[in-house]
């Protein structure tokens, strides 16, 4: 039986590139990863997608609580401030 980390080093082979970082992203989306969750169904599916970036070794509670997560989402650039269709 192969061991979890072997596993993890396969499941992050198959996303460790520009394409599965879109194909990733994309499945995010469709999971609800980054909205409010309000049925079971939804829940359901974000649940999978943490599952998938655990096995990926990259969603740990480790990462969340030292602030690993965070410190890599305040790298992103700023995103500028919409206006409003009345003020343009």
Known sequence: MESKDDIRYK???VFDSDL???VLNHMAINCG???DLKTPDQT???NFMKWLLEMIGIYDVEHI???AVMRKLME???IPEKKDAETV
């Open 11 to 13: 499941y992050r082979a």
């Open 65 to 67: 609580e030292s602030g």
């Open 20 to 22: 599965g970082v879109e």
């Open 33 to 35: 990863f980054y909205s």
């Open 76 to 78: 992103l650039q700023l």
């Open 44 to 46: 359901v599916l974000s």
